[in-house]
């Protein structure tokens, strides 16, 4: 840990909603971040209609976390880089799951590197058992009636039950 300024990572995606994947991620970031701002976007930067609003999104997450002290969870809109230099983060993480993941998160790692050079990128892989797994194939499985709890925490689990279920 660097003595004199903490080093704050920011986290950002859709969660939605969190899955093992993204809480794995989130974790492992610790190991190299003194502190993990883990932020719901307002503007979905890749054409997506979400299943849960922002603010409950950021209530699960916290939930999620509520055992680690050094991970807080916020939401922010705008231009990431916008959002970093306001809460002094200068490192941003990512997960990379597939080959299918890289095309994008290579562009946006670099747009970014444009917008604010003192920015860095770090991609992280998760636990093997997590690399297939994506909120929208969560949103799907349970849509369609199937069991979740492998993939997600038991409090989304229940809030996704609640949700498909009054859908009838
Ligand atoms: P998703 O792609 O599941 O909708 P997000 O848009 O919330 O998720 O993604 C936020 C970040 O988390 C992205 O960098 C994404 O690649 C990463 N991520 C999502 N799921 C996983 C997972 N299972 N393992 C590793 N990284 C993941």
Not at 3 to 29: M, W
Not at 84 to 96: F, S, Y
Not at 112 to 126: C, I, S
Request: charged content about 25%; some cysteine.
């Amino acid at each position: 840990m660097n003595a004199h300024r903490p080093l704050i990572a920011v986290y950002p995606g859709s969660f939605d909603p969190i899955t093992k994947g993204h809480e794995d991620i989130a974790r492992r970031c610790l190991r190299i971040a003194d502190q993990v701002l883990v932020a719901v976007a307002h503007t979905a930067t890749q054409k997506k209609t979400s299943l849960f609003d922002v603010e409950e999104r950021v209530a699960m997450n916290a939930a999620v976390f509520e055992d680690e002290p050094r991970i807080s969870c916020v939401a922010f809109s705008g231009l990431l880089v916008d959002f970093c230099k306001e809460t002094g983060a200068h490192l941003v993480i990512r997960g990379l799951r597939a080959v299918s993941d890289f095309e994008y998160e290579f562009q946006m790692a670099q747009m970014n590197q444009e917008l604010w050079g003192d920015l860095e990128t770090v991609f992280l892989t998760p636990d093997v058992n997590y690399s297939f797994l994506s909120a929208s194939l969560v949103r799907e499985v349970a849509r369609l009636g199937g069991d979740v709890s492998a993939f997600v925490s038991p409090l989304v689990r229940d809030r996704l039950d609640e949700v498909f279920r009054s859908d009838g």
